[in-house]
Structures are given as C-alpha cells and as structure tokens.
C-alpha cells in the first residue's frame, strides 16, 4: 500500500490550456498488487518516465463522438492524466511481463498505476541505454517520426525536406533522418536557439525562426527556391497553406500532427488545397499505434543509430509530477528544446 | 489547303469566363499536309470531336510559373483554345500513324490542326464504337475515372464511396466502377434531374441535389450515418471540407479536379485538415497523363464493359465549333448532363 501524488485533468479545456487546468493531488494509500478479484490479467507499474506530446492537448476537449485515436479516449476530469511513459513492473497477472521489467506504454500521470490492458505495453529491451529515451527516441516520437518520414513520406536520395517544429520530439529525428537517406534538409522553429541547434547539433543544411519571417510562402521560397519534394507536417494552418504552394510535383505530405491548431476553437483556414491536383500532391495522416507489429525493426535500427553515433537526441527534462503540468503547458508555448520528458523517479 | 473555323481565346480570364472571352474565327486558307521543311515528324489531322473539361478554365489564367500539366500550358490569346479530341488523320511523317487512321490526343478548336507532338496521341483501337466516346469514356474522362478509383482509392468491396460532380464526364463513370466493385456510393449533383439520372441510369444507391442543401456537412451525415471511406474529389472548397469531417478512419480522397474554385480570384478556405492526423486520411491529387503506359488495359476493360452494357454512359453533344465557347461555360454553369462534347465534323 502507498499513498501517492498524480495529475489530474480539473475541468475541460476551452482554447490555450493552462497549468491551473491540472492539479496535482495526494491520494490515499492504494495497493500495490494486482486485485485478486480482476478476471482479465493486468499489473501494477511503477512510473519512471511521462512523455509530454502536443496530441494530449485533443484529449482536454470532450469530443461528442466515439475518439479515433486508438487506444486513446478523451481525459475525464477528476481523473490522472494520460501518456506514453516508462515503466518498472511492480506485479504483473500478464505472462509476458513479470516483476522487475521494464515497460513502456499508455500510463498514468501518478507514481503508481494499475494497468488493465498491458497488452498494448512494449517491453524494453535496452535498458542500458537511458531509459528516458523509451518516452522519445526509441518510443512513440522516435517511431513517429521514422514511419512518418521512411513509410510515409518514401523519401528519394537528393530530395528537398522540409520539417517544422523541427527542434521537437519527432522533428529533431526527422532531420537527422532525412540526411541519412542523402536529403537536403531545412527546419523551422521558434527561437534562434532552437535554428541553431538544428545546424549545428542535427545537421540540418539550414534552418530558419518562423516567428522571424513576415511572409512563410517567400520564406519556403528563398530555402526551397526548386520546391519542396517532402514536407514533414507537425504544424498546420498558415504553415500548410505556405507549404501547398511551395511543394514540387508529386510532393508528399506526412501528416503528424498540427500542433498550432490544438487550442483553436476555430481552425485556421487553408486556401491552397488547389494545387494538389496539379502537383500530384500526396498529404497523408498517420499514427503509431497503426503500426506496433513493425516497432521491433524500429527499435533496432534506432538502438543501432545510437550506438554508432549517427543519430543524437535532445531531451527537455523536468523533475517531478507536480512540474508535470507546466511541462505540457510549455509544448504549447515552444519552452521545450528537444523532447520534454517529466521524470517521476529514476528507479 | 482550305479555310476554316477556329475558336482562340480572347485575352486572359479573371474569374468567371463568358462566351465571349472566346471568338470564332475563319483564317486564310492553309495546307492540309506537314510542310516538307519540318525536321520533326508531324501529322495534320481532322478534328472530329472536342472534349470540354473543367480544367481548361485554369489554362485560360496567364500563370508566372512554368505549368505543372505535363503537355499543357496556358492559352495564349489569339491562338486556338486547345483540348483532347477525336481527329482523322490526313497526313502524316510520324511512322506509327497514317493517312485514315482514327487518333486521339491534345488537339486544337479548330478544323484542321497541324500536330507537332504526334507521340502524344495514342490510336483508336474500336472505331467500331462511337468515335465521340474516345472523348469520354475511352478518353481522359474515362481513364480518370478508372485510375482515380482504382489506383488512387485502392477500394474494397462494401466500402462507402462519395463522389461530388457525380452526372458529368468521370462521376457518372466512377459511380460505376463503384457498384462494380460492390461498394455502396452516393452521389452529388447540381439538378433535380441529374439526381434522378445518377439513380436511375447510373445504379447510385442514393444521390442528392446539393444546391438543396443548407449544410453539406449535415447532408453528408445523412447519407453516410457510418461515415465515408471514399471521396471522390472533383469539387473542392465547402464540399470538400463537409467530407473531411464525415471521412472515416483510413479513409481515402482521390482529388480529381476542384471545379467550384476554377473561377475564383480567392480560393474558398477548407477548414477541417485537422482530421488528416487522427483519421489517417489520404489525399492525393493524380493526373491521367502520369500513367498513360497503363491506358491499353484501361482500353480493353472499357470496351468489354461497354459490349457487356455493364457501364452506361451519357454524352452531352453540342453540334458545330461555333457553339464551342458556349459548351465550355456551360461546364462551370453546370448546363452539361454527362460528358461535354463537341462535334467538329462527324466524319
């Protein structure tokens, strides 16, 4: 038995979420077994590591129809957070993991959660490497951004690359990505800082501050003045309208999210769906959770990239549960650098 | 040599075009036979029929950039308008045709053309069948139709298929397709009469006027409780983002042509690709002159289906050059039942 801190959605969120949206409580002491009662297998994890991602904040809203993100339903108030996270198996009813393991998965924000359907857990199987890198790297961001680029977007040596928010999660991958496969690359980002790190720590061949630039179309124009064959999308609205008309023939449009459109209440427009005819424009939504019988190749190949030094990866780390909301709060505001990770305990 | 007919564009359109944006003109007389100084095999040919298609609209704006239409670039004032058409040819020094032969390819609004780009016409196989129908069904139109459905939208037996623009040239075609492949389609169209004909000629489940509709979003909803897996785009703006929202998961737009927004000096804003991520939705934009390797299979299909009366097809046949102009405008008035057609000369 343990009493324990989590994070609780209070109420749902109208337009720009806000910390004060969540609370951090204290519950009361709550076992750490699985209850002998249940029929189904399941297990008790304690959490490491919380993945922060710019889809949360879609489950902030209730939506009136059934969600289309697979195993994700809207948050309900009163209730802990959801996210991907790290995990140590505290006891486990599920044959395939047993005390001990290392896990990562769809968890809790609390210290402790009962896991009912552990089937849709992954186990972790290199722990030597840090295991923070499971909520990023080598979890749904790294395998984000490696479907959404090598299966999606099937990229050619010599292509033209364009990834926003690219100091991200997925972005910062995307990159790196890109130029292993022989691409010209350039990321777009909120803070000089951020260019910066993309050209000189992601190698990116440039890289340019969107809030800097007065007119997107002419800026995608003056670093992609042949058009651009592949556009990573992590952003939507005006950004995407920018992009239509700057896309060469038979360009591709990974979409993995838009994260400038979560808070809207109204969506930005986009006028320049037009062109996609004529260009032969292929624009194409995608999810991971599509795709977990082909992780294992993933996780392989990004361990291999690891080890050999090919692939780097920046990481915004936050200690504690209780700088859980902020952390979230701050994707929405471009805060992080690199993947934001909240550390519930090291062990 | 002979006089003869021709219809040039004026000057360049802004907006809606009118007849008279056009001029039907008698030249000098000119020779029938490819002058004997051309270093390039040439033919000239007999215009038989015309084809008038939605996308000639975008070829009638003077565009800064270099056209993204394989084989097409914009009208130039004074010069005849071009489309596909059915022509006989008269004289020839391109080896694979001859004198008599029946041809069809990009062509010009007039009597006789001389063909400089011969390699671009493809012969007619079944002249057996009306000639006009190489316009239309065994033309662009049909191929369109064939490679939008079947290529683009990968459809499955017992899946929803919404196609907008649904009685002209490729609607009532894809409409077909649709129930041969056993999905369950409805259609869209801007007449009570055209409605009835989807229904009762084409074999649509169930078909709408849309000019009767207050919100296409509501509509959509109506006639897909369950949602669509298959848009058939040929529409664009309001239409388009009705569908978007009414697509279900890993639903799939094959966008054709978007002819609401051929005439406007502002494209209509789609507000809705915020569902691209978490339906997992494809758009993808095609063009038959990517895939004419494939058009022979294509050919016989629809030949066989033609024979075996498993596809139908209308044709709207306007008589004379001089009553060209007047089709052309009437595609973007919505005058045409079916597939608009010009008859230069039956024979």
């Known amino acids: 038995m343990a009493t324990m801190k989590k994070v609780v959605l209070k109420n749902y969120v109208k337009g720009k979420p806000k910390e004060t949206d969540m609370e951090v409580l204290t519950t009361s002491a709550i076992p750490l077994k699985v209850p002998e009662a249940s029929n189904e297998a399941a297990m008790v994890v304690k959490n490491l590591y919380l993945s922060c991602d710019p889809y949360m904040r879609l489950l902030m809203t209730k939506h009136d129809e059934p969600p289309e993100f697979s195993y994700l339903s809207d948050f309900v108030p009163g209730e802990a957070i959801r996210s991907y996270g790290v995990c140590k198996v505290i006891d486990s009813t599920y044959p395939n993991f047993k005390t001990g393991d290392y896990v990562w998965g769809i968890t809790g924000w609390e210290e402790y959660s009962l896991i009912t359907n552990p089937e849709i857990f992954i186990k972790i199987n290199h722990p030597e490497l840090p295991l923070s890198y499971y909520t990023g790297i080598l979890g749904m961001a790294g395998f984000t951004a490696y479907l959404g680029f090598h299966e999606v977007a099937s990229p050619k040596k010599g292509e033209y690359v364009y990834v926003s928010a ?43 501050n969107y809030k800097k630039e007065a007119n997107l179309t002419l800026a995608l124009k003056r670093f992609f003045p042949q058009g651009i064959d592949i556009y990573f999308e992590n952003v939507g609205g005006e950004m995407l309208d920018a992009v239509l008309v700057n896309m060469r023939v038979r360009g591709r449009i990974a979409v993995c999210g838009m994260i400038s459109q979560y808070n809207l209440d109204n969506p930005e427009p986009v006028y320049n769906t037009i062109v996609i005819t004529p260009k032969r424009i292929r624009v194409e939504g995608f999810f991971v959770f599509d795709h977990f019988p082909s992780y294992g190749t993933f996780e392989e190949m990004a361990v291999s990239y690891i080890k050999e030094n090919k692939i780097t990866y920046v990481e915004d780390i936050v200690e504690g549960l209780e700088n859980a909301p902020g952390a979230l709060i701050g994707l929405y505001e471009g805060r992080n650098v690199g993947k934001q990770v909240v550390v519930v305990s090291r062990e």
Chains 1, 2 share one sequence.
């Open 166 to 208: 690219a100091a991200g999660a997925v972005g910062q991958l995307v990159g790196q990505f890109a130029k292993l496969m022989g691409c010209y690359v350039v990321g777009s980002a909120g803070s000089d800082e951020k260019v910066e790190m993309l050209k000189s720590k992601f190698g990116f061949d440039d890289a340019f």
